[in-house]
């Protein structure tokens, strides 16, 4: 069992960052592979950056390359996902996942 627990969303201003974190308790193992999705008002969800545990293996959609960050800290069972020049377009529920676990999601709103 997996359980997820994101914070960090909140309400800012377009060009500005947030760092959202995701505490992970249960089993973990370094091959595997840790998530950041998000699913904006109306539309699908979406996939935003992946990580393994050990910290390689980083892959970003096109959205989030060169403006997040994925990392993890194995010391403090946390992901993290670091958010730079927001845009409006960012606005939706950021969720952390691994495998078939899902948190319950943080809001994030960027106004322009």
């Known amino acids: 069992q997996v359980y997820l627990e994101e914070s960090g969303g909140g309400s800012v201003q377009a060009g500005e960052s947030l760092t959202l974190s995701c505490v992970v308790s249960?089993?973990?193992?370094?091959?595997?592979?840790f998530g950041w999705f998000r699913r904006a008002p109306g539309k699908d969800q979406e996939f935003v950056a992946a990580?393994?545990?050990?910290?390689?293996?980083?892959f970003y959609a096109n959205t989030a390359k060169g403006r997040f960050t994925i990392s993890v800290d194995v010391a403090k069972n946390t992901l993290y996902l670091q958010m730079s020049d927001l845009k409006p377009e960012d606005t939706a529920v950021y969720y952390c996942?691994?495998?078939?676990?899902w948190g319950q999601g943080t809001q994030v709103s960027v106004s322009s």
């Open positions: 990580i393994s545990w050990s910290g390689g293996g980083k």
């Open positions: 249960g089993r973990t193992f370094s091959d595997h592979a």
């Open positions: 996942n691994k495998e078939s676990y």
